[in-house]
């Protein structure tokens, strides 16, 4: 865990999330692309105990956000982008795009935008969905996308056995990170990085790299 990520975690502790994304220079930018909707971010804590936190979240206009396409589609092809090279290459596992099923023990049939399956537990045949909780699972928010939604389906996630979540929200460049058995998201900013952990050993790619758009000149098109 990078320096970046320890304070956003500690030192923001009694801070507003305001002082977290002016402190990762992403906070005008965010407000700039929004409505001006109030961020709260409430920080508290009691001796060892965990973080708790609210967040209410930005509202973007369409134009800016898209609904299930525009740049929250633009970022999860660059993060499976990202993934698939590095998990591919090391013969880690398998990467799963939006279409695919996965049967969560006891909850049903869920679609992240992108999951991740190690090697060593893969089926041999998938011909239907994937009969077990990836290890990886990840939802790029966009603005058809309500905020309980979003935690329901985190929850869902870590009790069906995901080892690692992560919550992109292209509005404010932010990427939460879940994990069982912790109370509060890991916030990061960009310029944190995003880490496999045990779920992929290795795997280490800066918040920036996902949210990093093509310029509108200057693309060479090669026939």
Known sequence: MSDDTTRGENSSIGSSLGDFLIE???YEESCAVAEKRVIAW??????AKAMTAEIVTLESSEEELGTSGGIPGEVEA?????LAQYVYAK??????????DFELKGIGRRQPDLAFVKLERLPINVRDAVPMAPDLAVEVVSKTD???DVEDKVQEYLRAGVGLVWVVRPIGKIVEVYRPGQEVPTLL???NELDGEDII???KLKVSAIFDYPPNEGIMIVE
């Open 42 to 47: 409430q920080i508290e804590q009691g001796g």
């Open 189 to 191: 900013g960009l310029k």
């Open 91 to 100: 013969r880690l596992g398998r990467v799963f795009g939006s279409q695919t």
């Open 201 to 203: 050993p290795g795997f």
């Open 78 to 82: 660059l993060l499976i982008l990202h």
């Open 24 to 26: 990762e220079g992403i």
């Open 146 to 148: 309500h905020t309980y």
